[in-house]
């Protein structure tokens, strides 16, 4: 087979995921190519990956399907930390803690009970005024950029090759005849990708501010019915922590705003005052578009004359680093006509 055999297109956070589940499936990176207009180490509003939080938390929604997705990320992630060399490679674990406004579903609740590490029920007397369930765990950190960037490159060292090319049209992909596959990882881009043109697709729009804080090691968030507040530290960063946020539906604005930085600040702040034990240095702030999808990610298999085959792995909204490896194993199952058991 050829390297045109199979080609991803997209470089986020869910391309990659595919790149890997495909080579943990027996494919030959020889016949696999990535595709995609940016890759890791750009900075675009339109290239999600690198501006996320990057954490495993309870973000994601409470369908089953996702619940699974997130399950089979958080219990298998340690074989991907493995292969990028270990802790340093922009992956491992810190503790967290997440309060809810609101009561979390007793189904997710059943689910994070299953497999969380170190999982801890917090009683109601250390919940902050106006929350109603906390809880406390062991989760994963990501230093989104870096991981990214060492995530291709242990790809990269595998024999897959990466193009940077704009595709217009989904066809496009269809590098030469040698191509029979395309996974269709654009994310956001799918919004305007002609030939799959999904008007599902929309931005939840997020700004963080990105401070240096060596202090702080731990994961803090806290989520009500319209925001969410949160305190990631990016691990092995020279300590970076990612304060955030907002969930900004329908929002293509890539611009950042002052009132909004300063409304992060206090809430995280508020949230936890240990970050002010050092005067407050602001390394960055910035604002990226979660490709957020009505009905949820899209994982769907398409053939089309010659047996051509496009299958689709999108819409991960803001949970595509906890729930990505999941949704790979799903669209990747396609390819083989199987059922992977989550």
Same mark, same amino acid.
């Given at each position: 087979?050829?390297?045109?055999?199979?080609?991803?297109?997209?470089?986020?956070?869910?391309?990659?995921?595919?790149?890997?589940?495909?080579?943990?499936?027996?494919?030959?990176?020889?016949?696999?190519?990535?595709?995609?207009?940016?890759?890791?180490?750009?900075?675009?509003?339109?290239?999600?990956?690198?501006?996320?939080?990057?954490?495993?938390?309870?973000?994601?929604?409470?369908?089953?399907? =996702?619940?699974?997705?997130?399950?089979?990320?958080?219990?298998?992630?340690?074989?991907?930390?493995?292969?990028?060399?270990?802790?340093?490679?922009?992956?491992?674990?810190?503790?967290? =803690?997440?309060?809810?406004?609101?009561?979390?579903?007793?189904?997710?609740?059943?689910?994070?009970?299953?497999?969380?590490?170190?999982?801890?029920?917090?009683?109601?007397?250390?919940?902050?005024?106006?929350?109603?369930?906390?809880?406390?765990?062991?989760?994963?950190?990501?230093?989104?950029?870096?991981?990214?960037?060492?995530?291709?490159?242990?790809?990269?060292?595998?024999?897959?090759?990466?193009?940077?090319?704009?595709?217009?049209?989904?066809?496009?992909?269809?590098?030469?005849?040698?191509?029979?596959?395309?996974?269709?990882?654009?994310?956001?881009?799918?919004?305007?990708?002609?030939?799959?043109?999904?008007?599902?697709?929309?931005?939840?729009?997020?700004?963080?501010?990105?401070?240096?804080?060596?202090?702080?090691?731990?994961?803090?968030?806290?989520?009500?019915?319209?925001?969410?507040?949160?305190?990631?530290?990016?691990?092995?960063?020279?300590?970076?922590?990612?304060?955030?946020?907002?969930?900004?539906?329908?929002?293509?604005?890539?611009?950042?705003?002052?009132?909004? =930085?300063?409304?992060?600040?206090?809430? =995280?702040?508020?949230?936890?005052?240990?970050?002010?034990?050092?005067?407050?240095?602001?390394?960055?702030?910035?604002?990226?578009?979660?490709?957020?999808?009505?009905?949820?990610?899209?994982?769907?298999?398409?053939?089309?004359?010659?047996?051509?085959?496009?299958?689709?792995?999108?819409?991960?909204?803001?949970?595509?680093?906890?729930?990505?490896?999941?949704?790979?194993?799903?669209?990747?199952?396609?390819?083989?006509?199987?059922?992977?058991?989550?």
């Amino acid at each position: 087979m050829s390297q045109e055999s199979i080609v991803i297109v997209g470089a986020g956070i869910v391309g990659l995921y595919t790149a890997f589940s495909l080579l943990e499936k027996g494919v030959s990176p020889n016949e696999i190519t990535v595709v995609a207009q940016y890759l890791p180490g750009d900075q675009s509003t339109y290239y999600t990956s690198p501006w996320a939080g990057g954490n495993f938390s309870c973000i994601s929604p409470d369908d089953q399907t =996702t619940i699974d997705y997130d399950k089979f990320t958080y219990t298998n992630i340690h074989k991907i930390q493995k292969k990028l060399g270990g802790a340093k490679c922009g992956l491992d674990n810190r503790p967290s =803690t997440e309060y809810w406004d609101f009561q979390p579903s007793e189904r997710k609740l059943k689910s994070l009970k299953s497999y969380l590490v170190n999982m801890e029920i917090l009683p109601q007397e250390k919940l902050p005024d106006g929350a109603v369930y906390g809880i406390s765990y062991l989760t994963w950190n990501f230093d989104c950029p870096r991981f990214l960037e060492n995530f291709q490159n242990y790809l990269e060292s595998q024999g897959i090759v990466f193009i940077r090319k704009k595709l217009t049209h989904i066809s496009q992909a269809y590098l030469s005849s040698e191509t029979k596959t395309v996974f269709n990882c654009t994310g956001i881009g799918a919004h305007s990708l002609g030939g799959v043109n999904d008007t599902k697709v929309y931005p939840s729009r997020g700004q963080v501010v990105v401070i240096k804080a060596p202090h702080v090691q731990v994961n803090k968030l806290r989520w009500g019915k319209d925001y969410a507040t949160y305190i990631i530290p990016r691990p092995d960063s020279g300590g970076q922590v990612i304060l955030g946020g907002y969930l900004q539906k329908d929002n293509w604005i890539g611009d950042t705003f002052k009132y909004e =930085t300063e409304s992060i600040i206090k809430r =995280t702040t508020e949230l936890m005052p240990e970050i002010l034990e050092a005067p407050l240095e602001i390394i960055r702030i910035a604002a990226g578009l979660r490709p957020s999808r009505h009905g949820g990610v899209r994982i769907a298999k398409e053939v089309a004359e010659e047996q051509k085959v496009l299958i689709h792995n999108y819409g991960a909204s803001g949970y595509g680093y906890q729930a990505g490896y999941g949704m790979a194993n799903s669209a990747t199952d396609l390819l083989f006509k199987t059922k992977s058991k989550l």
